[in-house]
């Protein structure tokens, strides 16, 4: 396996790490009366690459399941980001250049 393809896998093994634990923590602190996790920050998290990881984390601590813009934007941002993969290896085979 070429390193850079490692370095991908770790990018998106840490992000989906932060996405589900910033999940749990912001369900511990919901529940302890403590400072929150902003909304935008659970997002950006998702949108970085760890959108699986917060899909897990929304339903393993069951955090935020009653929020349409988390129910319903998660899996939208991980449909986008399987499309931009699969557009990215599709593409250099399609072999189009833009004159």
Do not use: C
């Not at 996790?37 to 899909?55: H, K, Q, R, V």
């Amino acid at each position: 396996m070429p390193s850079t393809t490692i370095w991908i896998i770790v990018y998106f093994a840490v992000a989906n790490l932060f996405g589900f634990a910033s999940m749990g923590m912001d369900k511990y602190r919901a529940q302890n009366h403590k400072w929150r996790i902003s909304e935008a920050m659970l997002f950006f998290f998702a949108i970085i690459g760890g959108s699986i990881g917060s899909i897990i984390g929304m339903k393993f601590f069951r955090h935020k399941t009653k929020h349409k813009k988390f129910t319903i934007g998660l899996p939208i941002i991980l449909l986008i980001q399987i499309a931009i993969v699969i557009y990215l290896i599709v593409s250099p085979q399609l072999n189009i250049t833009i004159q």
